[in-house]
């Protein structure tokens, strides 16, 4: 059996013999236009839109993904507050305590002195890296009283050492204000 366009092939000679009425190829190319034009103005902004949804609610999902696989660092961790509200406003009772006074040393005492600051800044992580070591603990025993107690008495210890170098670097400094004074009056 032939197809049609095997017949067509075959009669070519029959279906060229006549050219196009006068005028066709203007009426075809006004009414290309014209479907054009008008598919155009029927175009709308909702695909558009659809699509900047869809990429706006992929890339913020992907985000989302990577950040709680590969950024955030605490899923072996459970901070004091996680275990109940009384302690969590005692856990945010210190943080505040502990910044207001990192603050203090930075601003006042230690802006001047790159490496006692370093020095600081080191041993603060060593007694963070033992509260580390306790919020591990912690998600392993989320009822461990001694845990928590321990968590508690690493805030009193840190801030209670924040606060005896505030002190001794304000006696350093009130120190050095009164000799500089007894100088400049003796002279």
Not at 57 to 68: F, P
Not at 73 to 92: C, H, I
Request: no cysteine; aromatic share 8%.
């Amino acid at each position: 059996m032939k197809t049609i366009e095997d017949i067509i092939r075959e009669n070519r000679n029959l279906f060229d013999d006549r050219e196009p009425v006068e005028g066709h190829f203007e009426r075809f190319e006004w009414k290309l236009e014209r479907r054009l034009h008008s598919q155009a103005r029927k175009r709308s902004i909702v695909p558009y839109l659809l699509k900047a949804a869809v990429v706006t609610v992929l890339v913020t999902l992907s985000s989302l993904w990577v950040w709680d696989n590969f950024i955030r660092q605490d899923k072996d961790r459970m901070a004091l507050g996680d275990v109940s509200p009384e302690y969590r406003e005692v856990e945010n009772y210190y943080v505040h305590q502990v910044k207001s006074m990192e603050e203090e040393l930075d601003t006042y005492y230690l802006s001047d002195n790159p490496e006692q600051k370093k020095m600081l800044e080191q041993e603060i992580k060593s007694m963070d890296s033992v509260y580390v070591q306790l919020q591990k603990d912690l998600k392993a025993n989320p009822n461990d009283e001694r845990i928590i107690n321990a968590m508690i008495e690493h805030y009193q210890a840190k801030v209670e050492v924040l606060s005896y170098i505030i002190n001794q670097l304000k006696t350093i400094r009130n120190q050095n204000q009164k000799s500089q004074k007894n100088e400049s009056t003796s002279i």
